[in-house]
């Protein structure tokens, strides 16, 4: 019998291309991930992988099963989740952590859909940034669930009873004021944006860190105007003239006119998105209400805004 556990692996190692990414995503080991897969051949007796000493790469066989993985999943999931309406009958209160342009540009699409009337859960939800969060997730502390994110690998760290999952990526994007004459959607290197004034984060934050060793390494140096860790006042300043700068795809979907986001291929940046939840709340509601949150931030991708 096929572990599901196994086929959710499988979409992770497929979507990542690689058993090391997968397992970065999952919280798990390579080694664990590669096990996993061993696995999945032997119950289905179909070769999922062609190994070689350095990497082990999908065969057509195992994206056709990613593909019916997900249908099967989607299915299980389903299941599960009228069983647990059936069998609990009332709400269940879950205590969430969230960061702002989470709480202000996702959770309120997720709560307007069918699928998050019929889940039975009711939230009691604490919006602060990811450091906060974590330490309500603490032993007596007020959280079941945090929604964090990471900027690179540095800055966070979490309790070992504490579980995680990627939920999604938000893609940062370099933007400019539209006065300065430069079109949406245009493909600039980092050597131009080099002399334009910027607006940065505050220095010694672990994002900042991460997004200068970034700009160091395609050897960019800004002319700092500002600093500013609210990507709302970020946008604002940018659309009024005052400086370039690097904003998440979340917070630019109420971006105001007089931005341009521009494709900087050397500038290549996300916030990873968490959930860590502790040990015993591991429960089906609990995991479709992060698979429904997922599939919102998959539909939430920047569209170009011709503006002027």
Known sequence: MVNPVHLRTLLEVIRHGSFAGAATSLGYTASAVSQQMSALEKDTGTTLFARSARSAAPTEAAVVMSRHAAKVLTDIDALLASSAR???????????????????????????????????????????????????????GELDLALVYQVGQAGLAWPSSVSRQWIGDDNFRVILPASWGIRPGSTVSADQLADMPWILHHPGTADATVIERLFASCNLHPRV????????????????????????????????????????????????????????????????????????????????????
């Open 225 to 308: 105007i500002a600093y500013c860790d609210d990507f709302n006042a970020s946008l604002e300043m940018t659309a009024a003239g005052l400086g370039a700068a690097l904003v998440p795809e979340l917070a630019m979907l109420n971006r105001p006119d007089g931005v341009v986001a521009l494709d900087v291929p050397e500038i290549r940046l996300a916030r990873s998105i968490f959930a860590l939840q502790t040990g015993d709340r591991h429960n089906i509601r609990v995991r479709l209400f992060m698979d429904q949150l997922a599939e919102i931030l998959k539909a939430q991708r920047i569209a170009p805004k011709h503006t002027a």
């Open 86 to 140: 059936a069998d609990g009958g009332t709400a269940e209160e879950l205590r969430l952590g969230i960061f702002p342009s989470l709480a202000t540009f996702a959770l309120p699409r997720l709560l307007g859909t069918q699928q998050w009337q019929k889940l039975g859960i009711r939230l009691k939800v604490y919006v602060a940034e990811p450091a906060q969060t974590i330490q309500g997730l603490r032993t007596g």
